[in-house]
């Protein structure tokens, strides 16, 4: 939704009543008055000028109570108050845009965030489901072997090992000595025959 500004209207109308400076806001207006609501030239005839008395501006009841002068006055009044609000309306409506526009924004950056989020968690969701599921078969796949038949015979089988081994240990510590009784037959008849008177 788009209002058109109003021709010749300086945004900076909006932002002197919203500001708060009423004063810079109306004269902004008054310089959007159509030329069949001028008074000028009738304020231009109802003004008297005296110096005689005191200074000052004073009007002319005459021109002032003429029905055309209070028909335009009228209508001028109406128009200004008019044209004030419709250049406030559409300012809001341009300042709401925008922050519509802003929080647009914010919502699809949220909704992509996110969606990428749920993405990864997803994807992690179904990594850590692959991983257990492997687990679990390498788990029942190892407590299968444990407790098979071939495994039982194999730890039966490297208990026997470990006996023998042991024994062979033993052994190792075992020292053997051994001597050989004999005689040299020409060393044993000279020591006989020194022995002999």
């Not at 005296?50 to 002032?64: F, L, N, P, Q």
């Not at 845009?97 to 989020?117: C, G, I, M």
């Not at 033993?170 to 037959?185: C, D, I, Y």
Request: aromatic fraction near 8%; charge should be neutral.
């Amino acid at each position: 939704m788009t209002f058109l500004q109003p021709p010749g209207v300086d945004m900076r109308a909006a932002e002197y009543f919203w500001q708060g400076k009423l004063e810079a806001f109306e004269t902004c207006i008054d310089k959007l008055e159509p030329p069949v609501l001028n008074l000028s030239e009738a304020i231009s005839k109802a003004t008297i000028r005296t110096g005689r008395y005191r200074e000052g501006i004073a009007w002319s009841a005459k021109v002032i109570n003429n029905p055309k002068v209070q028909i335009v006055s009228h209508e001028y009044a109406f128009w200004k108050t008019s044209m004030e609000i419709e250049v406030v309306a559409q300012e809001s409506a341009k300042r709401v845009e925008q922050e519509l526009a802003r929080v647009k924004e914010a919502v699809l950056s949220f909704r992509e965030t996110t969606k990428n989020d749920l993405s990864s968690l997803k994807a992690a969701s179904d990594r850590v489901q692959t991983e257990t599921l492997k687990m679990s078969k390498q788990y029942k796949e190892a407590v299968d072997l444990l407790t098979s038949m071939q495994f039982a015979q194999a730890i039966e089988n490297a208990e026997r090992l470990a006996a023998a081994l042991t024994a062979i240990q033993n052994l190792n510590q075992t020292k053997l000595s051994f001597a050989v009784f004999g005689e040299k037959p020409s060393a044993a008849r000279t020591n006989d025959e020194q022995r002999q008177p």
